[in-house]
């Protein structure tokens, strides 16, 4: 039985969104761990999850509970890993755990990412919208 280009790319999304899940895990954050994973030609290129940055300690949350303005999401934390690398995040896909926020979705476009694959809904479409508006191939895949 041939298994269609369709039918492996689904099955290599599924792949990757597990992989962004465990690796949302290494967040500190207490309201929400989200990972993200950038891959092209089959080989991650960069990773990232969501929290304060490097140097800073790890917690993202106050003493009411309220996410730090200083916290990086995944997303942000991936493509800036890009930029002090030899990578090129041009062309790639990026696995996100939760959907992007619509200053995330900036960044994506910006680093030339072309396709985006997402495993859970946030409450604001706005990033998606604009991911959709400039091209972006966005593929949403209910959490396994």
């Given at each position: 039985m041939d298994i269609s280009a369709k039918e492996?790319?689904?099955?290599?999304?599924?792949?990757?969104?597990?992989?962004?899940?465990?690796?949302?895990?290494?967040s500190y954050c207490i309201r929400r761990q989200v990972g993200a994973l950038i891959v092209k030609d089959k080989m991650i290129i960069s990773d990232g999850y969501n929290g304060t940055p490097a140097g800073?300690?790890?917690?993202c949350e106050d003493d009411?509970?309220?996410?730090?303005?200083?916290?990086l999401h995944?997303?942000?934390?991936?493509?800036?890993?890009?930029?002090?690398s030899n990578n090129s995040s041009d062309g790639a896909t990026m696995y996100v755990t939760a959907s992007p926020c619509i200053e995330c979705s900036k960044l994506i476009i910006q680093a030339g990412i072309k396709r985006v694959v997402y495993s859970e809904k946030y409450r604001l479409e706005d990033?998606?919208?604009?991911l959709k508006r400039a091209g972006i191939e966005v593929v949403y895949i209910e959490n396994l």
């Open positions: 492996k790319q689904e099955a290599l999304d599924k792949r990757y969104i597990r992989m962004a899940s465990i690796w949302a895990e290494n800073f300690e790890n917690v009411d509970n309220i996410t730090k303005p200083y916290v995944a997303e942000a934390n991936a493509i800036t890993k890009i930029a002090r990033g998606i919208e604009l």
